[in-house]
C-alpha cells in the first residue's frame, strides 16, 4: 500500500472511495462533510437518509463507517466515519484510530484500489493536528489494507506539513 500526501480539495479527488468527516446525524454539516455534500449533490444525502432510517436510527456511532454512492463527486464511494470530539481530560485516541481502521475495513469490502481521507477531527472537532497525522499515518500502516493507494488529502500548508513530519 502507498501512502501518499497532497495539499488540495479532498471533492476533486479521482479515487475509489473518498472518506468524508461527517458528523453522527449523516446529514451533512460544516467543513469537509458540507464540502462534500454540497459537491457531490442530492444522491449521497438520500443515501444516508435510508441509512438513518434502517440501521442509524440514532445515527453513525463514533469510530464507525459506512458507505454511499459519491453521487456527483468524481469518486465511486463516500465512507462516512465520525471522528471524536477532541478532549483534554479524556483520551478518545482509540476513536480516532477506529475511524481509519473502520474506513479501511469499509473500503476492503468495497474493494476499492484508490481512498483519499481528510485530516479527520483535525477541524472543527479540535483534534491537534500534529497527534491527529500521527494517529492517521500510524493506523493506516498498522492496519495493512487491501488497498493500493491511501491518500491524505490536506486542506492547508500547517496540515501537509504535520502529516509528512509524521510519514
Known sequence: ???TLVQGDI???RVDAIVNAANSSLMGGGGVDGAIHRRGGPEILQECRRLRASH???GLPTGQAVATTAGRLPARWVIHTVGPVH???EDRSHLLASCY???LRVAGHLRAA???FPAISTGIYGW???DGARIAIQTVRAVGASVDEVRFVLFDAPAYAAFEAAL
Open 56 to 58: 442509524y436510527g440514532e
Open 128 to 130: 491537534p493536528v500534529d
Open 101 to 103: 481502521r473502520e474506513s
Open 11 to 13: 471533492t476533486e479527488q
Open 1 to 3: 500500500m502507498n501512502i
Open 87 to 89: 478532549s483534554t481530560t
Open 114 to 116: 484508490t481512498v483519499a
